[in-house]
Structure formats: structure tokens, C-alpha cells
């Protein structure tokens, strides 16, 4: 409780940053907003964040259900009450749930494994109805054939098999989870012929190996499942690319980006009744797992069974509710900051995503606290609680696909939480524009642990030492629901939160008992990410000018060149990138001008209301310069040309898609191409800069 009564006077002056001018603050402005920030980081309540995520984790709420529905009228009564404009969008979506899943050893010694996760002494929420355990979007399915292993699943490990030989043609592969997301373990397996996947969590990587295993411990126990999507595109199958509308237009089922083969996540546990007896060719070192017997690939003589049924036919046409708490802007009403994270989990959920839910209606509660003083933001701000995140960041999609024109003109800034809280260590990731904005925020905002500042914690957790470097952030690439946001419209994200030991992730170990144990058993951390969120929407909806960081961008963007030369050679290529950095020299200049520039102007105090719409409209047009319409050529969708997700790897990140993507592809004539259009794009983007430093005033 040491966090809500410390004043924030007695941290250390490094932490707080109130010594420094504020990013796109007029002094006068500046005083207000430290005042504002402070209130805003001391709303937040473990007790009252406990209680929210006890509510939201008190049965399964997998995207669909009259469960999810639920969780859905609860945010929206407590945004009510919280005195905030509310709505909520439904959407129609394809969303075939699982009617029954099973899986058998056929041969030798015959046996159907029991699927279901066993409850847990200690641990009522462990006993509660379960979603079943099948892979989302899973083809519905009867399939045998003798057991192949294919380590991890990935491009590269069905390369291995095909230099030794083996094919998974007619065959059940078994692969462990980790290393990509689950989606391209799926569409490996199915290219490569086989008639099923089985993904199970391998001890090694979050089990015992890792740690000590639920319930002594936050790792993953041998009767555990991650459940989890297998499509690998964002947003509803059935219209891929605009809103699920009522009259919208569906693409057939047949022709839907899944699956077409029974996908069955399995527990440690029963993936050992299967790979305990494959014998034939032994596993490369790197393939050995942790299970207590040595490894083989196969395939055979074991022999395998998996089915899955669906509603497909009878209900796979399902609702989805996204929410919303708004609070108008008073001068800037326009321009929109949002902060979100989604609701739906394949379990309970107390970590993935209850946490942050809860982070984004405590954030909500400070700066409603404010306006019902009277201090209303000048920019709108908004809390947004996502549906079918789990499907397939389907909720935020079709929410970004339906107002994508509004967003354009007007989105300042995304704000993502996802899995926000269970643990002690502080991180944070995003765009480079807006990463100073998150470390000076974090200078304010106490650590739960008591000792300082965030900022102050997550140095020390990093060994960060010298005062010339700064802690380590990741990159967007995907996998949550800034996706839409970001790499589709180009609007700049950041996410933060605190981690640690996690090995329940999709399981019905994810819950209340399990975040009481071992991942914010007071709830501090909760509160604590809620500050630093409610601060963060405030410095950027009250800023004169938005404080976004293009000379720290265009730095970060430098670093990436040299690895693009890199892998241009490797192919025998005298491929220039000299235009590229070139590009990214004009955009570094036009930033520091329009820095200095910005700060000298608002020293003085801030320019008209007109002066400052036009400066900001220039800069939110910065980011969506370094986007393109087509999007990119193997994935239109994705329309940023900064930040991908790996269309190999599906979680990792990928910097300069495009250009990346051509030199994968061993294309030269397409990678010369590839580097002009970006180079223009950072072209524009200096531009952009130019005409915010000549709209405030600048020469």
C-alpha cells in the first residue's frame, strides 16, 4: 500500500522528470498537466482492481458465449457508472465453436486419451466448466495415421525431415509449441500433407524444465493445455478486408483463410502416451524435448486418432461485442486517443486478458474522476475492450476496418494491454516515436515494489547503467490488437506492463487462484499499470503539440539498414541501400528542425488553437506516410512498411517488410523496387515534418 501514500515529492528528481521541459507542453500547460498526471497516477486501486478482476474471471468467457456477453454488460455498467459515454458494436462473425474433440493411441495398446484438464486441490476455478481442448478455427475432422514428430513445426524443421527422407504425407504430426505462433505450425503441416496436428506444450519450454509447475508453482503442469487459434490473418475469415456488417459481403467457407485439417492442443501429459513409442530415424540434438525418454521422429509404429466436431453447420455464425467509454475532447474533440486491450480468454483468463481489461477500466476510472471535476481532456479519449481477440485480433479489426476513415484523420495514438500484469518485471515496446513519452511517464508513476520509480525499476531489472542508454523495448510486429491500429493504418501504439514466470498461458489454470499465488497476489501491479496508462492518455490528449519523438524514430530506423545490406550480400547482390538511408537522413533533419522549432515556439507559450490543429494533423500524418494503400505483396492487409509480423513466424517481428520479404524471396529486380518505394515513403514522411514545423510557425 506503500505505493498510494508515498508523495511523489520524496522520489529521487531523476525519477520524476518534473526538473525537464514536458514534450509539446507550453510552460503554463505543462504545471496543469503534472498536476492532472499526478491525481491520474494515484486513481488507480489494487482493492477496487482485484474486485473488477474477480468479477471478470469467474467462469470461461471464450468469444461467442452468453459467458463473454457478460463480461461484456459488466465493463459497460462500470463505465456507466463511472459517469462515461458508452457504446457497444456487435458484429456477426464466423465463429464455429468446438461440439466435441477426442483423441486415441490406435496401435499398439489402444487407448483414448482423456483431453480435458483435471482440477487442482486448492483451486475451485480449476474444477469450473471448460472450453474444450481444440485449436480455433480447427477444420472439423476424423483423421489416423502413424505419428511423425516434427520438433517445433516450422519451415525449417519439415526441411530437416525432407533431407532425412521422412514425410508427414497421410500422417499425424505431433509438433511442440514455441518458437512461432500456432498458426503456422497448422498451415506447415497441412502443406506438407499431413491428415492431422497435434501441438502440445513440451516441458522443456514451460514446464518443469522451466520451473516449478503449478500448483507449487506458475509453470505449466503435465495436464495443462494451450488452447489458441490456428488462422493465421487477422479479422473475421468471411470478409477479409472490410466490416462484418449485417449486408456485408461473405466470402464462402470453402474459400476462408483456416484450417482444413482437426488441429488438437494437447497437455504434456497425454502427448507422452503418443511420443513415448515413435521409434524410426533419432531426433537431431536441438528436436530432444524434456519428456523422460529419448525422442524419435518416426514415423510409426505408433498410430494415432484425432476428431473434432463443430456447430459449423448449426450455429457457426456467431456475435461478438466490442465496448467503448468516451470522454469528448473539449478543443480537439476530433482527434482521438484510445487505449484498449481485449476481454475474451480461453479460460478464466486472470492473465490473458483479465489483467488488462482491468488496467484499461482503472485507467478509465482515473480520468473519469477528472472529468466529472470538470477537467475534461481537450483531445477524445477512449477505453476500448475487445472481443475475439483469441480468434484473431477479431474484434479490433473489424472495429479498424468499419471506422478506418474516422481513424486516419484523427488517431493520435493506440494504447494496447494484453497480459498486463503477473509478474514483477516492467517492460514496454511500440513504436519509436512515442517511446520517450513512455519512459518519462514511467518516471512518475511508483514502483509497487517500493524501491523508486518504474523507470528507476525497469533500468535496474535491465542493468541498464550508463545514463546514455535507455532500457530495451520490443518492436510491433503482432499478435494483439494493435495490429489493426498500427501495421494496418499506420496510427502509433505502445504497450507496457509487468511479467514474470507464466507457464499457464491458454489453460484453465489461467485464473484467480493462479494470479493470487504467484502473478500480483495484491493487485498492485494491476493499479500500477493503470497509472502509468491514465498518465499516458493524458500527456497525450492534452499536449499542444503531440509529443512524438521522429528524431528517436528516424535514429531507430538507421540501425535497421545495415542488416539489409547484410542479407542483400549473402545473395551474391551489389544491391545499393544508399537511397533508403538517405531517405531516413532527410527524415532525421526535418524531425530535429521541427523539434527545435516546436520547442522554441511553445517556450513562448502555445500558438493559436488553428495553428496547433494544423501542426498536429502534419504529424499524424507522419506515420501514415511510411504505410501504402496495396499493402504489402504478400500480405496486403498489412499496410505499414516499418513493422510485420513474420508471415514465416506469425509472433516475431520483421523491419522493412517489404524489402525483407523480396531478398527472402531471392528476387533482385523486386528488392531495387522494393528500396525506392520505401525511400519515398520516408520521403514523405520529412515532408510531412516540414509542413507541422511551417504550420507552427517555423521557417
Known sequence: MLRRILPLSLLLPAALGAQKAMTGYAPQAAARERAAEAAAVAAPSPQRSERHARVLSAETHVAGTPAQRRTADYVIAQMREMGLETEVRTYRIWLPHATSVRAWRISPDPVELDLAEPAIAGDPFSA????????????????????????????????????????????????????????????????????????????????????????????????????????????DPATPGWASHADARHVPVEQMTIPHIPVVPMAYGDAAELLRGVRGTDVPGDWQGGLP?????????????????????????????????????????????????????????????????????????????????????????????????????????EYVEDDSARLTRGGVAYLNQDASAFGPDFGGGGSPSLRETLRDVARVVPDPGGEGSVYQAWRRNQAVAADSLEPEMGDPGGGSDFAG??????????????????????????????????????FTRHAATASVGAALMLRLANADVLPYDYAEFARTMRRYVPAMETAATRHGWDVSMQPLSDAIGRMETAAAAFQQARDARLASGAPAAAVLARTNAALMRVERALTRPEGLRTRPWFRGLIYAADENNGYSNVVFPSVTEAIRAQDRALTEREITDLATRFTAAAAALDQARQALGGS
Open 128 to 235: 469450473m466448466e471448460q472450453y474444450l481442448t481444440v485449436n480455433g478455427y480447427s477444420a472439423a475432422g476424423d483423421a489416423t495415421g502413424e505419428v511423425v514428430y516434427v520438433n517445433y513445426g516450422l519451415i525449417e524443421d519439415y526441411r530437416r525431415l525432407d533431407s532425412l527422407g521422412i514425410s508427414v504425407r497421410g500422417k499425424i504430426a505431433v509438433a511442440r509449441y514455441g518458437r512461432s505462433f500456432r498458426g503456422i505450425k497448422a498451415r506447415e503441416a497441412e502443406r506438407n500433407g499431413a491428415v492431422g496436428l497435434i501441438i502440445y506444450s513440451d516441458p522443456r519450454d514451460d514446464g518443469y524444465m522451466a520451473g516449478d509447475v503449478y500448483p507449487e508453482g506458475p509453470m505449466r503442469p503435465d495436464g495443462a493445455v494451450q488452447r489458441g487459434s490456428v488462422m493465421n490473418t487477422n479479422g
Open 293 to 397: 525418454f529419448r525422442y524419435h521422429i518416426g514415423p510409426g509404429p505408433v498410430t494415432a486418432r484425432i476428431q473434432v466436431t463443430t456447430d459449423a453447420a448449426t450455429g457457426g455464425w456467431k456475435d461478438i461485442h466490442n465496448t467503448f467509454g468516451i470522454i469528448r475532447g473539449t478543443e480537439f474533440p476530433d482527434e482521438i486517443v484510445m487505449m484498449g486491450g481485449h476481454r475474451d480468454a480461453w479460460g478464466p483468463g486472470s492473465v490473458d486478458n483479465v489483467s488488462g481489461t482491468v488496467a484499461v477500466m482503472e485507467a478509465a476510472q482515473a480520468l473519469a474522476e477528472q472529468a466529472r471535476a470538470g477537467q475534461r481532456p481537450r483531445r477524445t479519449v477512449v477505453f476500448a475492450t475487445w472481443d475475439a481477440e483469441e480468434w484473431g485480433l477479431i474484434g479490433s479489426t
Open 485 to 522: 491500429f498500427y501495421n494496418h493504418l499506420g496510427i502509433p501504439h505502445l504497450d507496457w506492463g509487468f511479467g514474470g514466470p507464466y507457464g499457464v498461458y491458454h489453460s484453465q489454470y489461467d485464473n484467480f487462484t493462479w494470479m493470487k499465488r504467484f502473478g500480483d497476489p495484491q
